[in-house]
């Protein structure tokens, strides 16, 4: 029987967490046994009872415990390993990808799989301590992975070029979307609070509030929506670390009633269907999930063309609008001009639900059943 473990820093709200999700329920469980080693104690998704669960610590807080954790994890990854037998570990996000690559350093005999959800390069081109420790990490460690699975050509070009990576270490796989289960959720009521803003022309953003994922270009760009279409409100959902910075920012530019920010929702298909526009503003992407699920919902999308991933899934103009980064001027006549064609948006939202079918779970679950076999 073969045993196979998939390592991630927590299961708490992301994208790669909700890939990791549709994975375990959907892999074949044919002569095969399954676990989830976590290295933080945190659940926003549901689990399937037949998943062995492993937690490696409770809670970790800042980044110096973060960082000594990773070696110590390492440690203890080694010893489930060989206590379970375990013979394959796919890793996720950079920390867990350090730490299943270490473990094997220590000894260990299993086979190293890492998947990749972002160009490094750009996600870490700040000067700060942790960007310049992740793309060390990255050089010196990747190498060793027996493959690396990234989610769109543009990380896996990256990998090459910028980190030297074998070619034939690197295999492409997209996430994954359930259309059918997105669709099921899109059609399930608002609560009483939100109903009202859906009288407006909504425009919608769905990511963490971090630099990468460009919302404050959005909201420079919402404020020229605003003086050709005044009843137009932006929703933002999602978490993090820039929230009060782009708060404080919708203040300054005197849209704190026209902005709203939603935090992080389990459910963000009903938001998503009930919008006019959909808007990725990201200035770097691996392979955005709200950008198909918006798709999956039938909501005409507008996004940035990032590296990597919108130019993988939007041909411009035919089912999407692609504009330059960081781009407010941009992302603004790309939006006016989607709430004011209804035609247009019609077309979008057709020629979506074509494209979305590449990235359905059958297609991409048969591809990794293929690494597994």
């Known amino acids: 029987m073969e045993k196979i473990a998939f390592l991630i820093n927590s299961m708490a709200g992301g994208g790669a967490e909700r890939v990791l999700t549709i994975l ?71 920390r867990s990808n350090y730490i299943n690559i270490l473990a094997k ?35 010196r460690l990747y190498k060793k992975a027996d493959l690396i699975i990234p989610n769109s050509l543009g990380v896996k070009e990256s990998l090459i070029k910028d980190f030297s990576i074998n070619p034939k270490k690197i295999k492409v796989i997209y996430n994954p979307i359930n259309i059918k289960e997105i669709q099921t959720f899109s059609q399930k009521p608002l609560e009483p609070e939100y109903q009202k803003i859906f009288k407006c022309s909504i425009i919608i953003n769905v990511g963490r509030l971090i630099k990468e994922k460009g919302q404050e270009y959005l909201i420079e760009a919402f404020k020229e929506v605003k003086k050709e279409i005044p009843k137009a409100k932006l929703l933002i959902l999602g978490t993090g670390e820039l929230e009060s910075y782009l708060k404080d920012l919708t203040k300054k530019l005197c849209l704190e009633n026209d902005v709203l920010f939603l935090g992080w929702q389990k459910n963000p298909f009903k938001f998503l269907t009930r919008a006019k526009v959909f808007v990725l503003s990201s200035l770097t992407e691996g392979f955005p999930n709200s950008l198909i699920e918006a798709m999956a919902c039938g909501v005409p999308v507008v996004s940035t063309s990032c590296p990597s991933g919108p130019n993988e899934i939007i041909k411009n103009r035919e089912n999407g609008i692609l504009v330059p980064v960081a781009d407010e001027q941009a992302l603004a006549r790309a939006i006016i001009e989607l709430l004011n064609d209804f035609s247009l948006r019609k077309r979008f939202s057709q020629e979506e639900k074509r494209r979305i079918q590449d990235f359905s779970v059958k297609n991409i679950i048969y591809q990794y059943e293929q690494l597994f076999s």
Not at 53 to 61: D, V
């Open 24 to 94: 375990l329920k959907n892999l074949s469980r044919e002569n095969r046994e399954f676990f989830l080693i976590v290295l933080e104690d945190k659940f926003s998704y549901e689990i399937p009872k037949d998943i062995k669960i492993i937690k490696l610590f409770s809670n970790l807080k800042g980044n110096f415990k973060k960082l000594f954790a990773i070696f110590l994890a390492a440690v203890k990854l080694r010893k489930i390993i060989k206590e379970n037998q375990i013979n394959i570990v796919m890793s996720f996000l950079e």
């Open 105 to 139: 350093n220590y000894s260990s005999s299993h086979k190293v799989y890492i998947s990749e959800r972002a160009n490094p390069l750009k996600y870490y081109s700040g000067k700060n301590p942790k960007s310049i420790f992740n793309l060390f990490a990255i050089k």
